[in-house]
């Protein structure tokens, strides 16, 4: 069993930055790939960013793509999703995820879910 929770949300300006966080819990985290998620308001959920067990293969997706950075600290089981120059359109509920591939989470198959964060870009 793995549990995941979330933390470093909040409302921040456009062209702003936010570290969100993802903290695992559990004998075997350190051993999955994570995402992070996001979903608007009416809106599919999107899986956005990935990193492998060992921190040496990550994706993100275009729109993501250099403005997010994801790492992870194995010795502190934390997940990091670096946030910068946010854009409205950013706006979403944030959740990480857990799974053994990076495929399952592309497929929204993850075998755990954080309860997520909310980021609010003001324009």
């Known amino acids: 069993q793995v549990q995941l929770v979330e933390s470093g949300g909040g409302l921040v300006q456009a062209g702003g930055s936010l570290r969100l966080s993802c903290a695992a819990s559990g004998r075997t985290s350190s051993s999955y790939t994570i995402g992070w998620f996001r979903q608007a308001p009416g809106k599919e959920r999107d899986f956005i960013a990935s990193i492998s067990w060992s921190g040496s293969t990550t994706w993100r997706e275009d729109s993501v793509k250099g403005r997010f950075t994801i790492s992870r600290d194995n010795a502190k089981n934390t997940v990091y999703l670096q946030m910068n120059s946010l854009k409205p359109d950013d706006t979403a509920l944030y959740y990480c995820?857990?799974?053994?591939?990076?495929?399952?989470?592309?497929?929204?198959?993850?075998?755990?879910w954080g309860q997520g964060t909310q980021v609010t870009v003001s324009s």
């Open positions: 995820a857990a799974a053994l591939t990076h495929y399952k989470l592309g497929q929204l198959r993850a075998d755990y």
